[in-house]
C-alpha cells in the first residue's frame, strides 16, 4: 500500500478516480492549438494547392491565347508565310512550332518534337475557301465525355495574301491536386483515367494584301 497518498485518495472507487482523471484532462488547455492545427492543417492545405493550381491553369491558359493571337497577326501580315519556301518570311512545320513554342516556353512546357504517345502540344494552322467553312467544334475521337482529342485532320497549310485562315492550338495540361482533378479534367487517353485538362486557343482572320 503507498503510504504517500492521501486517505480520502485511498478509499475512493476506481471508477470516481477515472471520473476525476478525465476531467482534469478537459479542463486542461496545454497542447490543444497545436492538436487542433494538426487536425486542420491537411485539408487547408490541399485547399491552397488547389486555389494555386488553378491560378496556375487558367494563367497558362491564356498565355496559350496570346501565343496564338501573336502567330496569327504574324500570318495574317505576311511575317510568317508558308506557301513558297523561296520567301524569307517562310517557315515549315517544325519552324512554326519552334516559334510557337518560344511564346509559351514562360509557363508551358513544349518541345519541338514531341513523343507521339506523350504528346502535349498541338497545332492546327489552315486555309479555308470560307469563314463558315471553319470547324467550330473540339474534334474528338468519340462522343464520350473524356474522349481524348482527334488530331487526325490537323495539318500546316496556311494560305497567302487575302486567304482565310486558322490558327488552333491545344494544350494537354496534367492536373496534379486530386481535389481539382474531378472538376476540370475534361480529357483522357484510352485507358487511363482522366487526368488531364485540355487548353484550347483558336484565331480565326483574313491575311492582308501584303507582298
Known amino acids: 500500500m503507498n503510504l504517500d497518498k492521501p486517505a480520502n485518495e485511498l478509499h475512493t ?7 476525476r482523471l478525465f476531467a482534469r484532462l478537459r479542463r486542461s488547455r496545454d497542447g490543444s492549438a497545436a492538436i487542433e492545427f494538426a487536425m486542420l492543417a491537411f485539408p487547408f492545405f490541399i485547399l491552397i494547392f488547389a486555389i494555386i493550381e488553378a491560378f496556375i491553369a487558367f494563367a497558362g491558359e491564356q498565355l496559350l491565347e496570346n501565343a496564338v493571337d501573336t502567330m496569327g497577326r504574324q500570318i495574317r501580315t505576311g511575317q510568317i508565310t ?8 517562310y517557315l515549315d512545320k517544325d519552324e512554326f512550332r519552334t516559334r510557337f513554342c518560344a511564346e509559351i516556353v514562360l509557363m508551358i512546357k513544349c518541345a519541338a518534337e514531341e513523343d507521339p504517345d506523350d504528346q502535349k502540344l498541338y ?27 482527334d488530331d487526325s485532320g490537323f495539318a500546316y497549310d496556311p494560305g497567302g495574301p487575302q486567304t482565310i485562315n486558322i490558327v488552333r492550338a491545344y494544350y494537354r495540361w496534367e492536373v496534379m491536386t486530386d481535389l481539382v482533378r474531378p472538376y476540370i479534367s475534361n480529357i483522357r487517353k484510352a485507358g487511363e483515367m482522366p487526368r488531364d485538362y485540355l487548353m484550347v486557343a483558336t484565331a480565326a482572320f483574313r491575311n492582308e494584301n501584303y507582298p
Open 123 to 149: 497545332l492546327d494552322v489552315r486555309e479555308f475557301a470560307d469563314f463558315s467553312d471553319i470547324p467550330n467544334f473540339i474534334p474528338k475521337v468519340s462522343n464520350d465525355q473524356f474522349a481524348d482529342l
Open 13 to 19: 472507487p476506481p471508477q470516481q478516480r477515472w471520473r
Open 82 to 89: 508558308g506557301y513558297d519556301p523561296a520567301r524569307a518570311t
